[in-house]
């Protein structure tokens, strides 16, 4: 028993009310994320913020060797990077605001800016070379060429390969069963919904 005639417990804290929300806020302002998810966040615009703040530096810093062909080279794929990496910001951003973020896209938000990049080089080696003037295979531009063609050749390959078929198809007909597609096996059917409905 306490001197002041008490019972000995401590004085309970009356709970203090939750003020409201503003009614000028349109939605609740609470991150929809978990801090799991909010740490994987910071990490990534940190790592791509400052793999664009390299890519930067390294760009003003190559402009004073304009001059030489490594440099225009470089120069080329870090356009490409940057590109990339903008690409890739805007995409995190805009996905972090709206609430559809996802950890599974990482892969793509890190090496999008790595085949930018090759992009960006490939695309100037290909106006170097002189395809686009008609001037290709000229005397020095032999290595260009050669990387042109295979480089356009390698980007295109899945559309050039589909509309040769679409081709082969009007001048030949198609046939029921293609020699190289395997054929379905009769115990299962045709019908990809048959083993889910069973």
């Not at 615009?45 to 225009?72: D, E, K, M, N």
Request: include cysteine; charge should be positive; aromatic fraction near 10%.
């Amino acid at each position: 028993m306490d001197p002041q005639g008490g019972t000995g417990a401590a004085p309970t804290k009356a709970t203090e009310p939750v003020p409201p929300r503003s009614p000028l806020l349109k939605s609740n302002p609470d991150s929809k994320y978990r801090k799991p998810e909010i740490t994987l966040q910071l990490i990534e615009a940190i790592i791509l913020t400052s793999a664009l703040l390299v890519a930067l530096g390294v760009t003003f810093y190559l402009w004073q060797f304009a001059a030489s062909w490594w440099s225009l080279q470089a120069l080329a794929g870090l356009a490409g990077i940057i590109a990339g990496l903008l690409h890739s910001l805007k995409w995190f951003y805009r996905t972090v605001g709206d609430g559809e973020w996802e950890t599974d896209r990482a892969w793509w938000r890190y090496l999008n800016p790595l085949v930018c990049g090759v992009m960006g080089l490939s695309i100037y080696i290909t106006l170097q070379a002189g395809i686009d003037k008609g001037t290709a295979g000229t005397t020095g531009k032999g290595p260009l060429f050669a990387y042109s063609v295979g480089f356009l050749t390698g980007l295109f390959a899945d559309n050039a390969m589909n509309k040769l078929r679409d081709i082969a198809h009007v001048l030949f007909g198609s046939t029921r069963d293609a020699p190289s597609k395997p054929k379905s096996s009769p115990s299962r059917g045709s019908d990809p919904e048959q083993g889910h409905n069973a």
